[in-house]
C-alpha cells in the first residue's frame, strides 16, 4: 500500500508548480485570444482558447512586444503554473500574433503608436557612409538572403571588414537576438553601419521584424542602419525605423558599395575620352596655325596688289608727262632766242626744224 | 607616389588629372606627359580594385543568451 503523503497547501502547490514545470517547459500553446486586458498598467490578462478549452494567461506588459487585441490568433510561450489561490495560469514568456489576418491588425496597431511617437520621422534618417571599410551584418548565415549578400557585395567591392553576428531571424526567439546583437555593435562602435538582414518568408517568418523592442532599439542605434528584410513587397516596422530601407539584402549591398566593374569602365573611359580631346586640340591648333598662314599670305598679296597698282598709276602720270608723247600729241617743242631775225629749234615728234623769227608780238 | 594612396585618393588624383585636360590650363607642351601619367594612374586603379577583397569574420558572441 502507497505511503500517504502530507503536504502544507504552499508544499503541494511548490511540488506542483515543480512538476508542471519540469514536464512542460517551453511548451507553445496556439489559439485566439479572448479577454484580453492590462492591469495598474502592468499586468496582462487574457486566455487562449480553441473550439473545446481555454487557458488563462498571464504576463507583465514589458514582455508583450506586439500589440493584442480580442480575436487575434497568436502563438504563446510559457510555463503551467498554479498560483498561491490554486488557480492555474499559463505564465507567459512571450507572445507572437500568427496568421495574416491577426498580423496585420498587430502591425497596423503598433505602427500608428510608433509613428505618434515620431519613431519613423523622416528627420531621423541618416545617410550612409560613402567610403564603408567597417560593416556591421545582423543576419542568420544559414540563410538564404545571407548568401546574396556576401555574393553580391563580393561581386561589387572589397576591402570592407564585415563582422557578423549570427542570430535568428525568425520567430519568438530572433528578435532579442537582434536586439543582443544591435547592442554589440553599438556598444564597441567599431562598424559604420549596421545591416540587418533576411530574404524571404511568409508574413509569421517576417513577424519579428514588427517586435516593439526590436524597433525602439533600431531607432535608437548611434550607428546607422540598413534593413534589407524579405521582398520589396514586404514593408516591416523595423525597414520603416531604420536609416535606409533596402528592398532586398542584395539590394542592401548595392546600396551600400559601389560597383567596382562600373567604376573600371568609367576610369578606361575617361582616359580614353581624353585621348580624343588632345587629337581634337592638335587638330583645333594645327587648323588655327594653316588659317594664321592663309591670312598672312592674304596680307602680303594685299600689300604687293596695292604696291603694284600705285605703281601702274605712277607710270601712266609719267607716261603722261613724258615730252615724247606730247610730241606724240602732234605738239613742238621750241628752244632758242625769240627776237625777230634770231633762228630757233623746232623739235617734232619726228622731226627737228630750224626756223628764223619774223615778228614776235603780244596775244 | 601613388603606392601609399588609398583607392579613394588614386581616382580623386585622376579625376584631377582629366580635368587638367578639359580646363584653361591646358598646353599641348605638357600633354602627353600628363597623358602618360593619367594611363598609368588608370592601370593602377583597375590593378586595386581587381585586388580588392572583403574580410568577413563572423562573430564568436552567442547572441542567443
Redesign the interface.
Known amino acids: 500500500m502507497q505511503s500517504e503523503i502530507k503536504l502544507t497547501p504552499t508544499e503541494f502547490l511548490a511540488v506542483t508548480n515543480q512538476n508542471l514545470e519540469y514536464a512542460f517547459s517551453g511548451v507553445t500553446l496556439e489559439g485566439e485570444v479572448v479577454s484580453f486586458k492590462i492591469n495598474q498598467g502592468k499586468w496582462v490578462f487574457f486566455d487562449v482558447k480553441d473550439a473545446g478549452s481555454s487557458v488563462s494567461c498571464f504576463m507583465t506588459l514589458f514582455q508583450l512586444r506586439m500589440p493584442l487585441k480580442d480575436g487575434m490568433k497568436v502563438t504563446v510561450r510559457g510555463v503551467p503554473k498554479v498560483t498561491k489561490w490554486g488557480k492555474f495560469s499559463f505564465t507567459v514568456t512571450a507572445v507572437m500574433p500568427v496568421g495574416e489576418g491577426s498580423l496585420k491588425k498587430s502591425y497596423e496597431l503598433l505602427k500608428k503608436k510608433l509613428t505618434n511617437e515620431g519613431l519613423f520621422n523622416v528627420e531621423r534618417k541618416r545617410p550612409l557612409p560613402g567610403d564603408l571599410t567597417r560593416l556591421g551584418v545582423v543576419s542568420s548565415v544559414d540563410a538564404a538572403g545571407y548568401a546574396d549578400f556576401v555574393k553580391i557585395l563580393n561581386a561589387r567591392w572589397g576591402g570592407i571588414d564585415v563582422q557578423v553576428a549570427h542570430t535568428q531571424v525568425q520567430g519568438m526567439d530572433a528578435p532579442d537576438q537582434i536586439i543582443r546583437a544591435l547592442k554589440y555593435f553599438n556598444e564597441r562602435s567599431e562598424v559604420q553601419v549596421i545591416a540587418i538582414l533576411r530574404g524571404g518568408g511568409s508574413a509569421d517568418d517576417l513577424a519579428c521584424f514588427n517586435d516593439e523592442e526590436l524597433v525602439r532599439t533600431i531607432a535608437a542605434s548611434k550607428i546607422p542602419i540598413i534593413t534589407g528584410i524579405g521582398h520589396e513587397v514586404d514593408e516591416s516596422l523595423a525597414d520603416l525605423a531604420a536609416d535606409v530601407r533596402a528592398s532586398t539584402p542584395s539590394n542592401a549591398a548595392e546600396m551600400l558599395t559601389p560597383d567596382k566593374r562600373s567604376i573600371k569602365i568609367t576610369v578606361n573611359d575617361s582616359v580614353l575620352r581624353v585621348k580624343n580631346v588632345v587629337l581634337n586640340k592638335i587638330e583645333s591648333a594645327s587648323r588655327e596655325k594653316v588659317e594664321k598662314m592663309n591670312q598672312l599670305s592674304r596680307d602680303i598679296k594685299g600689300r604687293i596688289d596695292n604696291y603694284a597698282s600705285g605703281l601702274e598709276q605712277k607710270l601712266k602720270i609719267l607716261e603722261a608727262l613724258n615730252p615724247e608723247g606730247i610730241l606724240k600729241q602732234g605738239y613742238a617743242i621750241l628752244t632758242g632766242k625769240i627776237f625777230p631775225g634770231d633762228v630757233v629749234k623746232i623739235t617734232t615728234y619726228k622731226q627737228e626744224i630750224k626756223a628764223e623769227i619774223k615778228e614776235v608780238y603780244e596775244r | 607616389m601613388s603606392d601609399k594612396m588609398s583607392?579613394?585618393q588614386k581616382?580623386e588624383l585622376?579625376?584631377d588629372k582629366?580635368e587638367w585636360?578639359?580646363s584653361d590650363e591646358?598646353d599641348?607642351a605638357k600633354?602627353e606627359e600628363k597623358?602618360k601619367e593619367?594611363?598609368e594612374l588608370?592601370k593602377e586603379?583597375?590593378k586595386d580594385?581587381?585586388?580588392?577583397?572583403?574580410?568577413?569574420?563572423?562573430?564568436a558572441?552567442d547572441?542567443?543568451k
Open positions: 583607392l579613394k581616382i585622376l579625376d582629366i585636360f578639359y591646358f599641348l600633354a597623358y593619367s594611363t588608370a586603379i583597375e580594385l581587381s585586388e580588392l577583397k572583403n574580410k568577413i569574420e563572423v562573430l558572441e547572441f542567443s
